[in-house]
């Protein structure tokens, strides 16, 4: 069987799913626009230039370019998955039809956020979304993101922090720390965030928290942190921290990530109720004015989820799901 993955890939995610697939012994390839840049000086400036005057995007066509000239190397596929479909022309996704008998789409940004043409998604066999309001507004086949992480059983680790999180820069995300920075200051708990924004915003992120104290351990940086570094922070800590962005209603990598490592989950999304790993042991859905979270919930033990109940949010059980094998 061959599969295609097609996807941008900021966060370089979406190669687990490749090499699950080939673990299985199935021919499949990544296609990622992500290493699609321009290589010079030249090709920016032109590219700046087209943008401003003709309203065209070099760099986004290079990449379209980039995914069909793939696609004629590689030839037909069983079955191709485009993971963030709106970075594709419509042109481009017809063209992506040719090259197979089945087109899936997994959608893990909600069209209120990023929105996605009818036209382009009538053009998939399968819509999987992760978002809860999207599926029973659209009826899309609702999917979470998956574990990727090797589990890594609470007692084999020694966290020193209560809390851990980090995050791209977000209005709403920023003035909720500012709530929850001052609930752990009076519970006296230890922890660290990490808020990364563009150039010119760092000052800009440290006003924001200009009458909370200096010796926060709040770092603001411009520099992105590999999710391959990440597991090093977790380890070190008793929870993760995970806030929506607005609009957001299903659950990110982060919610999976903890359960990989046995950690309990702070966060904002009371949807997380509903799933059935939600155990009120393990994550704390905070109130507005954070007032609901107590020193007690770092200091009480991690409680297992059910084996049966963690297989069904592995990487194995996605792609089976998703790809039917």
């Known amino acids: 069987m061959k599969i295609c993955v097609i996807s941008f890939d900021f966060w370089g995610y979406d190669h687990y799913i490749v090499d699950a697939l080939r673990s299985k012994n ?31 995007n ?27 479909p709106d970075t594709f022309d419509l042109s481009t996704l017809q063209e992506i039809r040719k090259y197979t008998s089945r087109l899936i789409t997994y959608l893990y940004d909600s069209l209120d956020r990023v929105v996605v043409d009818k036209e382009k998604l009538d053009l998939f ?66 922890f660290k965030i990490i808020v990364i924004g563009k150039k010119g915003w760092k000052h800009q992120l440290k006003n924001a928290f200009i009458k909370i104290p200096e010796n926060l351990h709040i770092i603001f940086s411009i520099k992105k942190i590999s999710h391959k570094k990440l597991p090093r922070y977790y380890k ?6 995970d806030l929506t962005r607005e609009n957001q209603y299903g659950l990110s990598f982060r919610v999976f990530e903890a359960m990989a490592l046995e950690k309990k989950i702070i966060t904002d999304n009371e949807l997380i109720k509903r799933y059935d790993f939600y155990n009120p042991q393990n994550i704390l859905v905070l109130n507005e004015t954070c007032s609901n979270l107590e020193k007690s919930f770092f200091e009480t033990p991690y409680e297992k989820v059910p084996e049966e109940i963690y297989y069904s949010y592995t990487l194995n059980y996605w792609i089976k799901k998703v790809f039917e094998i």
Do not use: W
Not at 28 to 54: C, G, M, P
Not at 153 to 177: A, C, G, H, W
Not at 236 to 241: C, D, E, K, P, V
């Open 26 to 56: 199935i021919d499949a390839h990544h296609i990622k626009i992500a290493d699609v840049t321009h290589s010079n000086f030249s090709e920016r400036a032109k590219n700046a230039v087209s943008k401003i005057f003709l309203n065209k």
């Open 58 to 84: 070099l760099k986004t066509e290079k990449r379209q370019r980039f995914v069909t000239d793939s696609l004629q190397q590689l030839g037909h596929q069983d079955q191709i998955l485009v993971m963030n």
């Open 125 to 190: 066999d399968k819509i999987f979304s992760f978002d809860i309001a999207d599926v029973e507004k659209y009826g899309f086949e609702k999917l979470t993101n998956y574990i990727y992480l090797p589990f890594c059983s609470e007692e084999k680790q020694n966290p020193e922090m209560d809390l851990f999180y980090i995050t791209s820069y977000d209005n709403k995300r920023v003035e909720f720390i500012k709530l929850l920075t001052r609930r752990l200051l009076q519970l006296k708990s230890k």
């Open 236 to 241: 070190n800590s008793r929870a993760l921290l």
